[in-house]
């Protein structure tokens, strides 16, 4: 599949992360050049790449392909519904969760090569 859209998600995906270009297309087992077409929408995306995108940056598939906007404003409402009716103690437990998940991205960015 072969789209602007698609192709600048996963630009803006590898971006936000802090990630090079070397570096995705080496976790890709893809040549640099072959990553720089994807993202200019020059070259086609085949499914097996796109399910190795979106475990590399941590999106959906369905967010890679349609964009992160209705799908995570859907799951942001839900998460709050669903937090709201928690106890005190597990809302704290969540969110020494969240940070300390924050905290382990941060590791992976400044461990990853090519920075």
Do not use: C
Not at 68 to 74: I, S
């Amino acid at each position: 599949m072969s789209d602007m859209g698609l192709a600048k998600r996963l630009k803006s995906a590898r971006e936000n992360l802090q990630l090079s270009q070397e570096y995705v297309a080496k976790q890709m087992d893809l040549h640099r050049t072959s990553l720089v077409a994807i993202e200019a929408g020059n070259r086609k995306v085949s499914s097996e790449e796109l399910k190795r995108f979106s475990e590399i940056y941590g999106w959906t598939i369905e967010e890679l392909v349609y964009g992160k906007g209705e799908t995570e404003q859907a799951q942001v409402a839900l998460f709050a519904r669903s937090f709201k009716e928690l106890t005190d103690q597990d809302q704290r437990e969540i969110m020494n969760l969240i940070q300390f998940k924050k905290m382990m991205k941060e590791q992976r960015k400044d461990n990853a090569p090519g920075l």
